[in-house]
């Protein structure tokens, strides 16, 4: 049972149209040519894979903030919040994760706070590991206030694959850190803008996991330990 649960994850019930979608072409392949058929039930597994939502430990340390996608962290630098949020006008820290089609796609709130703001921009579908995909690509954002006042974004952005974002929240959800939010099908990216002065700890390039893998810490370092 343990040996299974390694392999076999819960999949988000997003997932189960195109599952459904895919056996019944896989289906139908088999009439045509076995060999074709087999295809078929790999894309068919790859498909449910994709759609996996496997429970994550998130930290429950105050004022530790984690990572919202599974993936890559591809870019970290200044940058000014989606004007449709109507933050202030100051470039934050922007730490950006890009999820290949083979990270599960399930995106979690970084940080417990109100959910203030939920902003849809339809864009292009440029290659999500870009930088100007931030600015050009069809995007969701949020925007979250903590319980000190201080506020995130946190904003999902199609791909070059992905054509569809979905957004599970709506303004005015208490949220706590590392629940689900939202998800976006088929290779993508998220961008954090973190509260003025927070640093990084992680670094371009790192493998992040979704609800469990610390980006920063917003207390004081000074009262660190």
Avoid at 31 to 57: A, K, M, N
Avoid at 110 to 132: C, H, M, Q, W
Avoid at 167 to 182: A, D, I
Wanted: with cysteine; net charge negative; charged share 20%.
């Amino acid at each position: 049972m343990n040996m299974l649960s390694t392999f076999i994850k819960p999949m988000h019930p997003e997932g189960r149209k195109f599952v459904a979608i895919f056996a019944a072409v896989t289906l139908v392949l088999f009439l045509i040519w076995d060999v074709l058929g087999w295809i078929g039930v790999g894309l068919t597994i790859w498909c449910y894979y994709f759609f996996r939502d496997p429970e994550r430990v998130t930290p429950s340390r105050e004022g530790v903030m984690v990572s919202p996608a599974d993936g890559i962290v591809s870019l970290i630098e200044p940058a000014v919040p989606p004007a449709e949020l109507g933050m202030e006008d100051e470039p934050l820290t922007r730490v950006s994760v890009f999820m290949s089609v083979f990270n599960c796609h399930v995106n979690r709130v970084p940080i417990s706070g109100e959910i203030t703001a939920v902003a849809y921009r339809p864009g292009k579908f440029l290659n999500a590991s870009l930088d100007k995909a931030s600015e050009d690509n069809e995007r969701n954002s949020l925007r979250i206030r903590m319980k000190d006042g201080r506020e995130i974004a946190v904003v999902q952005i199609a791909g070059l694959v992905a054509r569809r974002i979905v957004c599970f929240v709506t303004p005015g959800l208490w949220m706590q850190t590392g629940e689900r939010f939202g998800l976006i099908r088929f290779g993508s990216r998220v961008d954090v803008y973190l509260p003025d002065g927070v640093e990084p700890l992680v670094e371009v390039g790192q493998t992040m996991i979704a609800g469990e893998t610390v980006i920063a810490r917003l207390d004081n370092p000074e009262q660190k330990g």
